[in-house]
């Protein structure tokens, strides 16, 4: 709830506040996105709605899960998120389980999921205004 107490949280909140579209990038942890993003995405709330997101998962595999865990959270803060998304698997797009080496289709993936993000990004200013 606002006023914010926190300098924090008001510095967290001014810089979501100032972008239409986000690209949540996700580990995996026992099936489900990390503790840390929760706990930043639940520090806001007016700051998320009506803006778009998309989303990058990693895990061994692909962090697939943990991006429709956070598809139910998209929906309880008003953002829309987009169906295209990247799946960064830990044993084919990483050199030893920790640099990132992505397979060449992981651009086309990427590219998919950033036209449809800054296409809904924009979009949804009329809504916001
Ligand atoms: C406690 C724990 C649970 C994990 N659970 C999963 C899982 O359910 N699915 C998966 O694909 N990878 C899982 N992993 C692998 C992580 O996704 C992988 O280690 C990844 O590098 C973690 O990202 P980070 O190093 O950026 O935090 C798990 C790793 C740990 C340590």
Known sequence: ????????????????ASL???VFVTPEYNHSTSGAL????????REWNDK???FVGYGAAGGTRA???LRQIMGELKIADVRA???LSMHDDF???SSLKPRPRQEN????????LVAWGQALRVLRA
């Open 1 to 16: 709830m606002r006023p914010y107490t926190k300098q924090h949280t008001s510095a967290w909140a001014a810089k979501i």
């Open 20 to 22: 239409d579209a986000f």
């Open 109 to 116: 993936a990427v590219t998919a999921m950033l036209d449809d």
């Open 38 to 45: 929760k706990n930043a995405i639940d520090f806001l709330f």
């Open 67 to 69: 991006v429709e865990h």
């Open 95 to 97: 050199e030893g389980f």
């Open 52 to 54: 778009a997101a998309g």
């Open 85 to 87: 998304q990247v799946a």
